[in-house]
């Protein structure tokens, strides 16, 4: 993300930052780009529809598609390893929880809804389990759940604020 564009727009540069390429080109805020697992397409959040959606291109930066609009406030996206699903956390009835939708914009799923905080989904390497951060229990902890938003675990307790998990490769998985 630069403002070298005048406002936030998504960029990619070679490594020694020469062949900085400005991909969504719009006056609109584009920011949080995520890549698919192949490498061909990026989603992305943009107001540019007048709320803040979720928008995938190519890699190139063309084919710019708007596959989820707003409201509400949605960001934190993540593709599954297998491409075909993007989860994110959205801010609906004033309280961020977690969601998924294929990456065409079909089937958009609410997988947690409550009182508490749902933030910062990341898909297992197999993709069957989402790692998130919920203030269930107090506090911000690490929790697991199903794909399906089932069987929730809590993976950290005590005195924490947990922000972001990820999940090793697989190959580093003992």
Same mark, same amino acid.
């Given at each position: 993300?630069? +403002? ?9 540069? #070679?490594? *020694?930052?020469?062949?900085?390429? /400005?991909?969504?080109? /719009? ?9 698919? @697992? ?8 943009? /107001? ?11 890699? *190139?930066?063309? $084919? ?16 599954? !390893? ?8 959205? /801010? ?11 990456? *065409?914009? +079909? ?8 009182? +508490? ?8 390497? #197999? #993709? ?12 911000? !902890? ?8 089932? *069987? ?6 005590? $005195? +924490?604020?947990? !922000?972001? @998990?990820?999940?090793? @490769? @697989?190959?580093?998985?003992?």
């Amino acid at each position: 993300i630069s +403002t070298a564009s005048g406002n936030y727009d998504i960029f990619v540069m #070679d490594l *020694d930052g020469s062949n900085q390429v /400005n991909l969504s080109d /719009n006056p609109a805020v584009d920011t949080y780009p995520v890549w698919s @697992p192949d490498g061909l397409k990026i989603a992305f959040i943009s /107001n540019r529809s007048g709320a803040i959606g979720i928008y995938v291109m190519n890699a *190139d930066g063309s $084919e710019q598609t708007q596959i989820l609009s707003g409201p509400p406030d949605r960001w934190g996206l993540r593709w599954s !390893h297998s491409g075909l699903k993007i989860a994110f956390a959205a /801010n609906q009835d004033s309280n961020y929880d977690i969601w998924v939708v294929n990456a *065409d914009g +079909t089937n958009l799923t609410r997988l947690t809804s409550g009182p +508490t905080y749902e933030n910062f989904p990341t898909w297992s390497p #197999d #993709d069957s389990k989402i790692a998130f951060v919920s203030s269930a229990g107090g506090g911000r !902890h690490v929790f697991m759940m199903d794909a399906d938003g089932s *069987d929730w675990v809590q993976l950290t307790f005590g $005195e +924490t604020s947990a !922000h972001a @998990p990820s999940w090793s @490769p @697989p190959f580093l998985v003992r």
